[in-house]
Structures are given as structure tokens and as C-alpha cells.
């Protein structure tokens, strides 16, 4: 059983959060909390594995509230604001749900929290492909298609990877690994560093150890990259 923490100032919410819990057979509720800090003080006497948090509280909001915690808990964060997605995953949360969510979605969270605690294999967030130049991802509750072409790199963010696009200035966010990226990505494509693919075509100067992609963006080279990434360049270098 994994021991969890409902925290929601919003009664109606936290009452659905707290029977949500309950329909799942391997999470067990500790404790609800209407606040950050009732979750705090409760966290100074008991321990739990898991926190279902919202993120828009008084007080002290349920993002800041995990930033303060020293040994945090797995967390899923709750909120009605999308824009806290890409902040939510930068603290390691296990999954974001956007209110209003169904047992569905809250399943979904709860199967993730159980890998995590496991050690089971992610499930892929890549879906069959139609074809070589196209993929889908899955991001928030939608299934995008994406042009391969289109992608100028990939970055992972802990569980999670930012695929950049040329034709938006925003990334799409998808739970996926890097090891699936890279290996569904044609050969125009090279990982450069631990957390960078980059689609070579798109490269538009290489500085040191660094490739420029455009004016604002400079990507490292790892050292366990640097040897491959050579051999490219010098596959494409012209001498007199």
C-alpha cells in the first residue's frame, strides 16, 4: 500500500480527491488537509510516500509548499492553471492533473506513482506511427501529431522530455524517456549530451562545445558525446 496525502483548500475538491484515493486499492489516505501548512505540521509527526497537492492555495501555495519540504514525498500536482505544468515538473513531480479531472485521469496518476515506487517499467507515451516523417505524443489530456522535420531538439527534464518545434515558440511536454525518443528519431538526428538530441539539419554553428541552434539557444556537448558528434562533422567537413 502506498500512504498518501490529500492536500486541497477547496472542500468539494479535496472531498473528490479523498474518494478518488479510496477507489484505488493500493493507495492508502493518511491524512486530508485543507492547507499547506495543516499538510506541514502533519508531516512533522508521520511520514507518507505520496502527496496529492493543489497548487493554488493562501498562505503558501502547494508548489512552494514541496520546494520547502528537505526529503519530499512523490508528488501529483492538482490545479486548474495549465501554465503550472512545465514549474511542476521542474520539482519532480510524478504527474499534473488539470482540474477538472475524472477517476480516469487520477488512475493514470496513481499507476505512475506506483512505477516510480517499484521500479516498473514507464509506459511510453509514444502511439503507433502512421508513418517514418510523423509521431504522436501525448501531453496534458491530448494526443499531438508532430512532423519530425519540425523538431529543431529534444529536452529531458528529469521523467519528462520538451520537444521544441520550428513551427511553435512553445515546446510540447510528454512523459516519455529519452532512450524511446531516441531510438523512434531518424538518422538526422544525434544525441549530444545526457539531456539534448539535437535534429543536426537545424544546427546552425558549432563553438567549441557548444552547438548554436539559433541566437538564443546554445546546447552543450557531453563528453560521452564529443567523439560520435566529431566523426559527423568530419563527415561533413569541406577541405580544399
Given at each position: ?6 492536500i486541497d483548500d477547496?472542500?468539494?475538491a479535496l472531498k ?225
Open positions: 500500500m502506498i500512504r498518501c496525502l490529500a477547496e472542500p468539494l473528490q480527491l479523498v474518494a478518488y484515493i479510496q477507489k484505488v486499492p493500493f493507495l492508502e489516505l493518511a491524512a486530508q488537509c485543507q492547507s499547506a501548512l495543516e499538510a506541514r505540521t502533519f508531516l512533522e509527526n508521520d511520514t507518507v510516500e505520496a502527496i496529492f497537492c493543489d497548487i493554488n492555495m493562501p498562505d503558501l501555495n502547494g508548489m512552494d509548499f514541496v520546494k520547502s519540504l528537505a526529503s519530499p514525498p512523490l508528488v501529483v500536482f492538482t490545479t486548474a492553471y495549465s501554465e503550472y505544468a512545465v514549474e511542476g515538473f521542474r520539482v519532480n513531480a510524478v504527474d499534473y492533473l488539470l482540474k477538472p479531472f475524472g477517476l480516469q485521469e487520477f488512475q493514470r496518476a496513481a499507476n505512475r506513482l506506483k512505477e516510480r515506487i517499484e521500479g516498473t517499467p514507464l509506459t511510453s507515451n509514444l502511439i503507433p506511427q502512421p508513418s517514418n516523417d510523423t509521431l504522436f505524443l501525448k501531453t496534458d489530456y491530448r494526443i499531438v501529431n508532430v512532423n519530425i522535420p519540425d523538431i529543431r531538439y529534444v529536452e529531458a527534464m528529469s521523467e519528462y522530455l520538451k520537444v521544441w518545434l520550428d513551427s511553435q515558440p512553445k515546446p510540447i511536454v510528454t512523459f516519455l524517456s529519452m532512450k524511446k525518443m531516441e531510438e523512434r528519431l531518424p538518422n538526422y538526428f544525434m544525441r549530444i549530451h545526457r539531456s539534448y538530441i539535437v535534429n543536426l539539419t537545424k544546427i546552425q554553428e558549432v563553438n567549441k562545445n557548444r552547438v548554436v541552434m539559433d541566437e538564443h539557444t546554445y546546447l552543450p556537448v557531453g563528453d560521452l558525446y564529443k567523439e560520435a558528434f566529431q566523426q559527423y562533422l568530419n563527415s561533413k567537413f569541406l577541405t580544399r
